[in-house]
């Protein structure tokens, strides 16, 4: 009786500290995906349709949270991420008062925010510092921080020897902002920040020329608040680039479908 009582016991506390099982999304209702869906999007999260179906706009918001609070960043929507999102905090920019690009290489998250101050989330890639060689030059594949001002565009998929881009919107040199059919939770391009290929069209379409773009970690930042101040300001940074200063005007150049004036980047670092 003694042996049975004490194995009765270990099996009650084994039970009692085992951690709880998780439902995966596959065994969640279709209203709970659509609640998260829902709830993403409010918070501030770029989801797809809702309509309780996990896609990859779904997915991309579901990741997008778990990294700008912090958690592990798996892409699986459970009953405890729900649970999550039901009880956390909204997305919300650095800066606010006028629109504006953010990406915050901590979180590795593209914030689009509207001058209101709301924001729309998007899960990146960025440099990822290793060293490579493009052409016998070599090069590290690094992020500039600052400020910087949508300068070149271009159209569609562009291939280069370090890779292809999708949409890409250029901020510094041979960086841009694009989309890529590859969007590891962490940094692993050479320079570029790479956003879910699902997203970048429409995001290339609010990438104005001349638009305003944060890139910042935790211990730089950039305010651009003296551009918006005095926009002359940022027409000569932005006429210094070479490109067009009316934010208003794409012109297709004339044998490609990129849209800005020369120069065009000499190396695009995908």
């Known amino acids: 009786m003694k042996l049975f009582a004490a194995i009765s016991l270990v099996i009650v506390l084994l039970t009692a500290t085992a951690p709880a099982q998780q439902t995966p999304a596959s ?6 995906i659509k609640e998260a869906e829902r709830l993403l999007s409010e918070k501030g999260f770029w989801t797809g349709p809702i309509d309780g179906a996990l896609d990859a706009g779904s997915q991309s918001a579901l990741i997008a949270f778990q990294k700008w609070h912090g958690r592990e960043v798996t892409g699986e929507l459970t009953s405890e991420e729900l649970e999550a999102i039901r009880t956390s905090t909204s997305a919300h920019a650095r800066e606010l008062g006028y629109e504006h690009v953010e990406v915050d290489l901590d979180r590795q998250v593209l914030m689009l925010v509207n001058e209101d101050g709301s924001v729309r989330t ?3 890639s960025t440099g990822n510092n290793k060293t490579f060689t493009d052409e016998g030059q070599e090069s590290t594949a690094y992020t500039p921080r600052g400020r910087f001002l ?3 565009k271009e159209n569609g998929w562009k291939s280069g020897s370090l890779g292809r881009t999708y949409y890409a919107n250029f ?4 960086v841009a902002i694009h989309g890529s059919r590859s969007v590891p939770n962490e940094p692993a391009s050479h320079g570029c920040i790479r956003v879910p290929i699902f997203a970048a069209r429409e995001v290339s379409k609010l990438l104005r020329l001349g638009t305003i773009v944060l890139v910042y970690d935790k211990v730089s930042f950039v305010s651009a608040k003296d551009w918006v101040k005095n926009p002359k300001l940022k027409e000569a940074a932005l006429a210094s ?7 208003t005007v ?3 150049a004339t044998k490609s479908n990129s849209l800005g004036r020369k120069p065009h980047p000499r190396m695009v670092r995908s």
């Open 241 to 247: 680039l070479g490109a067009e200063v009316d934010e």
């Open 250 to 252: 794409e012109t297709p």
């Open 27 to 32: 065994a969640l209702t279709r209203t709970q």
């Open 150 to 152: 949508v300068y070149y």
């Open 171 to 174: 901020i510094s040199g041979g």
């Open 122 to 124: 998007l899960p990146v």
